[in-house]
């Protein structure tokens, strides 16, 4: 397209109005004859240097042109028809373009940020800031810029914050300020609110400057202070708690003390008595200052036997006592396993034989020591051997078994044919004062302590004890006494 005479001028008016876009006419033989101002700011040569001679560059399409001062700048350039075959040339500079764009959206995504944001130069003026700023500080664009930023800092705080800034020049690297400070910020109309600061070394223009990132904290420092408030409570009603319940555990032991000390000086009260009553009833039972009639004979046979239970009674509460308080102690020895079960065998006899049962025992050949507290084993074999021969109907069956087990330790079983017991019973038998059978075994005396004080003494030397069992199936009650070759004397 050609451009005549008369539209020439207006068209110059309008390029050299256009700013940033440099315009230029070369004739046909390839002389410049114009050179505008934007030629002259995009590559540095001026009119009168270039008009009168050829191009100083070549300005072919879209190019990396090389300025005056041997630096390059990446340029777009229009190539038209001017007047008589002559040439009109409109340069651009693209990276000019580019920047501009590049200067909108990083003031796009400036402004974006949550968190305020200022770049502050050497001298700490402020220099730069997002739109957040202005809102977190209640201070305008125009009223921030170039000011110092202590403005935005308590009075309080602001000689400090000079010898901070000095500091950081010296040693200038990403970190958040004032770690394990309490920092705050001050608002144009005075209210201080606590804030979080990062910094960031910057240079723009040759200078070093400080990028701050700043972060509103109130909410979460109220959110911090409630939670703090909720475990100061907390912890203030666990303290009260814990020292409630120091009272009473100290309670407590003040009263188990004291049951164990009445209960042990009641039964050996209890006890003298009794074994008086036994023994004069035991007397006239034998008639030795004379003959009885039958009632009266009835009569002394009731008090021997009840009198007995009751000495039962009190011997079990007596020891159950020392076994909670600890004060029973083991005397372990070296015994003949198979004498000892005999001699509780024995003792039961007559009672199973008026049910018509034979107690029956196999006992393992390897089976021939055992080194623990003779008196507590009997005792234990008694209580299991006594409630197989009381829960077992008429003509049933009891059987012990006893196997060696390791080095001088034996494994018992104790059997019987009895009532049975429930599997939600099993662990609640070894409970204190709990009796089993009571409706199955109407009348049948027991104290409800001997299972207690048996599992007691099993684990007193080391061993365990459970039971198998159902209703109507009979019970299986096993235990182990662990052996210790290496205590027995030799």
């Given at each position: 397209?050609?451009?005549?005479?008369r539209?020439?001028?207006?068209?110059?008016?309008?390029?050299?109005?256009?700013?940033?876009?440099?315009?230029?006419?070369?004739?046909?033989?390839?002389?410049v004859?114009?050179?505008?101002?934007?030629?002259?700011?995009?590559?540095?040569?001026?009119?009168?240097?270039?008009?009168?001679?050829?191009?100083?560059?070549?300005?072919?399409?879209?190019?990396?042109a090389?300025?005056?001062?041997?630096s390059?700048?990446?340029?777009?350039?229009?190539v038209?028809?001017?007047?008589e075959?002559?040439?009109?040339?409109?340069?651009?500079?693209?990276a000019?373009?580019?920047?501009?764009?590049?200067?909108?959206?990083?003031?796009e995504l400036?402004?974006?940020?949550?968190?305020?944001?200022?770049?502050?130069?050497?001298?700490g003026?402020?220099?730069?800031?997002?739109?957040?700023?202005?809102?977190?500080?209640?201070y305008?664009?125009?009223?921030?810029?170039?000011?110092?930023?202590?403005?935005?800092i308590?009075?309080?705080?602001?000689?400090?914050?000079h010898?901070?800034?000095?500091?950081?020049s010296?040693?200038?690297?990403?970190?958040?300020?004032?770690?394990?400070?309490?920092?705050?910020?001050?608002?144009?109309?005075?209210?201080r609110?606590?804030?979080?600061?990062?910094?960031?070394?910057?240079?723009?223009?040759?200078?070093?400057?400080v990028a701050?990132?700043?972060?509103?904290?109130?909410?979460?420092?109220?959110?911090?202070?409630?939670?703090?408030?909720?475990?100061?409570?907390?912890?203030?009603?666990?303290?009260?708690?814990?020292?409630?319940?120091?009272?009473r555990?100290?309670?407590?032991?003040?009263?188990?003390?004291?049951?164990?000390?009445f209960?042990?000086?009641?039964?050996?009260?209890?006890?003298?008595?009794l074994?008086?009553?036994?023994?004069?009833?035991?007397?006239?039972?034998?008639?030795?200052?004379?003959?009885?009639?039958?009632k009266?004979?009835?009569?002394?046979?009731?008090?021997?036997?009840?009198?007995?239970?009751?000495?039962a009674?009190?011997?079990?509460?007596?020891?159950?006592?020392?076994?909670?308080s600890?004060?029973?102690?083991?005397?372990?020895?070296?015994?003949?396993?198979a004498?000892?079960?005999?001699?509780?065998?024995?003792?039961?006899?007559?009672k199973?034989?008026?049910?018509?049962?034979?107690?029956?025992?196999?006992?393992?050949?390897?089976?021939?020591?055992?080194?623990?507290?003779?008196?507590?084993?009997?005792?234990?074999?008694?209580?299991?051997?006594?409630?197989?021969?009381?829960?077992?109907?008429?003509?049933?069956?009891?059987?012990?078994?006893?196997?060696?087990?390791?080095?001088?330790?034996?494994?018992?079983?104790?059997?019987?044919?009895g009532?049975?017991?429930?599997?939600?019973?099993?662990?609640?038998?070894?409970?204190?004062?709990?009796?089993?059978?009571?409706?199955?075994?109407?009348?049948?005396e027991?104290?409800?302590?001997?299972l207690?004080?048996?599992?007691?003494?099993?684990?007193?030397?080391?061993?365990?004890?459970?039971?198998?069992?159902?209703?109507?199936?009979?019970?299986?009650?096993?235990?182990?006494?662990?052996?210790?070759?290496?205590?027995?004397?030799?």
């Amino acid at each position: 397209m050609t451009i005549d005479d008369r539209l020439a001028p207006a068209v110059l008016a309008r390029i050299l109005q256009a700013g940033q876009v440099g315009f230029a006419t070369v004739s046909s033989d390839g002389i410049v004859r114009q050179w505008g101002p934007g030629m002259e700011s995009a590559l540095g040569w001026t009119a009168d240097e270039v008009v009168g001679g050829p191009l100083p560059v070549p300005l072919l399409g879209q190019t990396l042109a090389r300025r005056k001062d041997g630096s390059t700048a990446q340029v777009e350039v229009q190539v038209m028809p001017w007047e008589e075959s002559g040439t009109l040339f409109l340069l651009t500079e693209a990276a000019g373009r580019a920047h501009d764009h590049e200067a909108v959206h990083f003031r796009e995504l400036l402004n974006a940020a949550p968190d305020a944001i200022l770049e502050v130069d050497a001298e700490g003026r402020i220099i730069l800031l997002n739109d957040t700023a202005e809102q977190l500080f209640g201070y305008t664009r125009q009223e921030l810029l170039g000011q110092p930023v202590e403005i935005l800092i308590p009075a309080s705080l602001r000689k400090g914050h000079h010898e901070h800034r000095r500091q950081y020049s010296k040693h200038p690297a990403r970190r958040p300020m004032g770690t394990n400070l309490r920092l705050e910020g001050q608002r144009k109309d005075g209210s201080r609110f606590p804030v979080e600061i990062s910094l960031s070394p910057v240079y723009c223009e040759d200078q070093f400057c400080v990028a701050a990132i700043i972060r509103d904290v109130s909410e979460r420092q109220q959110s911090e202070e409630r939670l703090r408030a909720i475990e100061r409570a907390y912890t203030e009603e666990l303290a009260e708690k814990n020292r409630e319940l120091q009272l009473r555990n100290a309670e407590v032991e003040t009263a188990n003390r004291l049951k164990s000390e009445f209960l042990s000086g009641v039964s050996h009260e209890l006890r003298t008595p009794l074994h008086t009553v036994i023994g004069f009833t035991e007397l006239l039972l034998e008639e030795i200052e004379g003959p009885l009639t039958d009632k009266q004979r009835r009569f002394a046979s009731h008090i021997h036997r009840d009198a007995q239970h009751l000495l039962a009674l009190i011997n079990d509460v007596l020891d159950l006592s020392k076994i909670e308080s600890g004060r029973l102690e083991l005397q372990s020895e070296v015994f003949p396993v198979a004498e000892t079960i005999d001699e509780v065998v024995s003792s039961l006899n007559a009672k199973a034989a008026l049910k018509d049962i034979q107690i029956e025992v196999d006992l393992d050949e390897e089976a021939v020591e055992l080194f623990a507290d003779r008196l507590r084993f009997k005792q234990i074999l008694y209580n299991l051997l006594s409630n197989a021969v009381k829960f077992t109907p008429a003509s049933g069956r009891i059987w012990l078994e006893a196997e060696a087990r390791g080095i001088g330790g034996v494994l018992i079983r104790v059997n019987d044919t009895g009532i049975g017991i429930a599997a939600t019973q099993h662990e609640a038998i070894f409970d204190k004062f709990y009796q089993i059978g009571q409706k199955q075994a109407s009348g049948v005396e027991g104290t409800g302590l001997g299972l207690a004080i048996t599992r007691h003494l099993v684990e007193m030397h080391g061993g365990q004890i459970e039971v198998d069992s159902e209703p109507g199936k009979g019970s299986r009650f096993t235990f182990t006494m662990p052996g210790s070759a290496s205590a027995a004397p030799n």
